[in-house]
């Protein structure tokens, strides 16, 4: 497969197509995001990451409007979520894609009426369009036709992250979101994986949210990087976002946090496990 | 203040307390869930391809179950009546104490279980997995809500469905204690029958049909509500099942009592207002 070559990142002065605004966010007493202020420009792939249990997914679950914060606000095109009304909620949300961590393909249905789930729900298109569509995808993620009458169950891990990533890419979204795409995957098919998201950023150009936490992924896709921190390690009066900046820069910090979580070096997490 | 008393051992006052907050939180809980998915009915009825698997789950594929627990019931009630009865002389009357128990008590309640245990646990665990393993955001994400999709077509299953599941149990566990009491115990045939038909009423029938009707929308609400709200892990999916079998139970026998008393009141009002044929 040919190495794509990332797009230039958007300047940082166009309106976020996402934003999170002094967003908190509470499990009963668990309390899991705090404060936390994120935006997402129009084109550009940002790339989450940090600790398991630090709120990477629920973030991306805020941007993608599956999730409701306690407290603060999400913003879609610089308005509220909460301000719209039902019918828009649900014309703006097929504008989002998601892959989701363990692909969470239907079960009961196969390859095909999984990928066809929101063109036959959303669309009035005539089911032979509604092939062409779903064979297309499949094509997209180098899937052949014949897997499209097999079952989730009958699948590899890798080719469940394909199928999820040619459902959320069909009704052609602007914004996708990929929560650990690369998670479980042998390096190979992680490379496949990488790929496939930056041949959708540069063929679609959509926008795109990534939690993961593999520095591969980080390095071939991110045009920009927010590192987020456990809350229950967070000094008080301290932010939950610890970084915010370019890959590059994130292998250069001097955040003891952030260089050891990339470099994926445990000698400072270990010290404080001791010393706890 | 506040932080003292919370940090002190809780008193069984508060034990108390809290289970009562937890149970008034609970009922509130599944109200609303009831009226999501009431809003649900008021949309777009459920499509055809989604409506029927569920309705074959919950109707054909529950009828051999049912159809074995009412014939055996009947079979039991049988042998359980004869003695006494006969003590009296009474064992010609077997039929109307065998059919009515069936028709006003036994039949609903016993379809209205096992549907609970056979299919409110499976939809427990279904929608309990679904939500585990991301499927129900997986819904939305795709543009579908979730109670539409999930829980209308569940619910209308359980709704229709359970008054001809009843009317089988009714049915095969007559002829369960028709075959104990006529063929083995030697109880006249017109006698079983005529005092049946003397002794059961038309509203015995409809009530018996309408109380299962609210069982099932019961043990579906109950049943999707536990799948919604399950806990992580197969920990969380079979207390899910467990929990939906036994809330749907209880659920039963607390809706029999208010609606025999309920119907029961409708039914002298009716005899006083000149509804005979009833």
């Not at chain 1, 007493?29 to 404060?35: A, E, T, W």
């Not at chain 1, 979520?81 to 989701?100: K, Q």
């Not at chain 2, 709200?229 to 999916?237: K, L, N």
Request: aromatic share 8%; charged share 20%; proline share 4%.
């Amino acid at each position: 497969m040919n190495s794509s070559v990332k797009s230039p990142a958007l300047p940082a002065t166009a309106a976020p197509v996402l934003e999170l605004r002094g967003v908190s966010v509470e499990f009963g007493s668990q309390k899991v995001l705090q404060d936390i202020s994120v935006n997402v420009h129009r084109g550009e792939t940002l790339v989450l990451i940090g600790e398991s249990g630090c709120g990477k997914s629920v973030t991306t679950k805020l941007l993608a409007g599956l999730l409701e914060p306690t407290r603060g606000e999400v913003r879609w095109d610089g308005r509220p979520v909460r301000s719209r009304s039902a019918r828009e909620m649900h014309r703006d949300r097929l504008r989002y894609g998601y892959l989701f961590q363990g692909a969470a393909l239907f079960d009961s249905m196969n390859v095909y009426e999984n990928v066809a789930f929101g063109l036959r729900e959303n669309t009035k298109l005539k089911e032979s369009q509604i092939r062409d569509v779903v064979l297309e995808r499949l094509r997209e993620v180098g899937l052949a036709e014949v897997v499209a009458e097999k079952r989730p169950s009958d699948l590899s891990g890798g080719m469940k992250k394909r199928v999820g990533l040619a459902r959320a890419l069909a009704m052609s979204p602007d914004v996708v979101f990929y929560d650990e795409p690369t998670t479980g995957l042998d390096p190979v098919m992680s490379d496949v994986i990488n790929e496939l998201i930056l041949q959708t950023q540069l063929n679609r150009k959509v926008t795109s949210v990534v939690v993961t936490h593999d520095m591969n992924t980080v390095r071939r896709v991110a045009d920009r990087v927010v590192m987020l921190y456990p809350l229950s390690r967070v000094a008080p009066g301290q932010p939950q976002v610890i970084y915010e900046g370019t890959a590059e820069n994130a292998f250069e910090s001097e955040d003891v946090r952030v260089s050891s979580f990339v470099r994926g070096e445990a000698g400072a997490r270990l010290k404080e496990m001791y010393a706890a | 203040m506040s932080a003292s008393l919370l940090d002190t051992d809780p008193t069984p006052i508060h034990t108390v307390g809290r289970l009562v907050t937890n149970f008034i939180i609970a009922i509130g809980d599944l109200t609303r869930f009831l009226f999501l998915t009431l809003g649900g009915l008021m949309g777009q009825l459920p499509r055809s391809r989604v409506l029927w698997p569920v309705m074959y789950e919950v109707g054909v594929r529950s009828v051999p179950v049912i159809a074995v627990t009412g014939l055996f019931i009947g079979m039991v009630l049988a042998v359980q009546t004869y003695d006494t009865l006969r003590m009296y002389r009474l064992e010609s009357r077997i039929g109307s104490v065998i059919n009515v128990s069936l028709v006003k008590e036994l039949g609903p309640v016993l379809a209205a279980t096992m549907l609970a245990g056979r299919v409110g646990c499976a939809m427990a665990a279904e929608i309990g997995t679904m939500r585990v393993t991301e499927q129900i955001d997986a819904l939305k994400a795709l543009g579908a809500n979730p109670i539409s999709y999930l829980v209308v077509p569940r619910f209308l299953a359980c709704f229709w469905l359970i008054p001809a599941l009843t009317l089988i149990a009714d049915g095969l566990g007559m002829f369960g204690g028709w075959v104990v009491s006529v063929q083995m115990l030697g109880v006249s045939d017109h006698f079983f029958w005529l005092y049946s038909q003397q002794f059961i009423t038309a509203f015995d029938v409809i009530s018996g049909v309408m109380k299962s009707m609210f069982f099932g929308a019961a043990i579906s609400i109950i049943a999707c509500h536990r799948g919604f709200h399950c806990g992580s892990g197969a920990e969380g999916v079979g207390r899910a099942a467990t929990d939906s079998f036994v809330c749907s139970f209880i659920a039963i026998l607390v809706l029999d009592l208010v609606l025999v008393i309920l119907l029961n009141n409708i039914f002298r009002l009716l005899w006083a207002l000149g509804f005979t044929v009833l």
